[in-house]
């Protein structure tokens, strides 16, 4: 089951938590995707944009191509800068 | 209770039968007892994962809910791993194991709710800084794999 916070980021990332099996408890402000949608959702995580029905239930995933797109052009950007403070002789850290 | 059994077994009591004991269903209820009580003290281990979100700092907490109260949480990127435990001056500590030895994280839980933020913390002048989302465990699109033990 994946469970994601409704409220985004800043930078429209979600907050989300995976694991097998149903959470206990979900915390308040996250809810659970649906099954139909968690492998939309896996797909698109953290950049996704939801449905949310009035009482707080997950009933649509998309992927928010619009944030994802900032990070990426971001991303590249950081990577390019890091190369050229490196004189162009390294490539860029490792992350994760 | 009657029990028929003669024999018990070395660790948890549980009823061993000689050819010649009877069969009691008193044996069977307390062995059953011992052995959800045993279970029931035994680690409780869950595992899962999260994308990162590129966010760090106090005002953009990581968060993880587990179904137990861990004692112990490992958590692992692509090349960033950090652990938080209980036990440290009564609170938790995050260790994180790559580039940053002075890493630390500022953790807090609310029921089974560990949330926590990276900083750095300076020996020479106690300044604290917020870090990066790498140092947070929390870098974007990255997954993390983590297994809590409680």
Redesign the interface.
Known sequence: MTIIRLEAFANGAHANQTKAGAFRRIPAGWAAVPAELEETAADALPWVSLTVSEDGKITGVTENTEAKAAWEAAEAARIAAEEAAAGGTEGGAANG | MVKAASGATANYGLSQWARTDGICMDDFNSDNALIDAALAAGARI??????????CGSG?P????F?FVPKLVLIM????CGFITQGYNNGLFIGIMQYLPNARANVTW????LTWYAISYSSYNGYYANLSP?AQLN??????HYIAIG
């Open positions: 869950e595992t899962g994962s999260y994308t990162g979100t590129g966010t953009s990581s968060s993880l809910t179904d990127g692509n090349a960033w609310s029921d089974s709710t790498e870098f974007s699109a990255t997954t993390y």
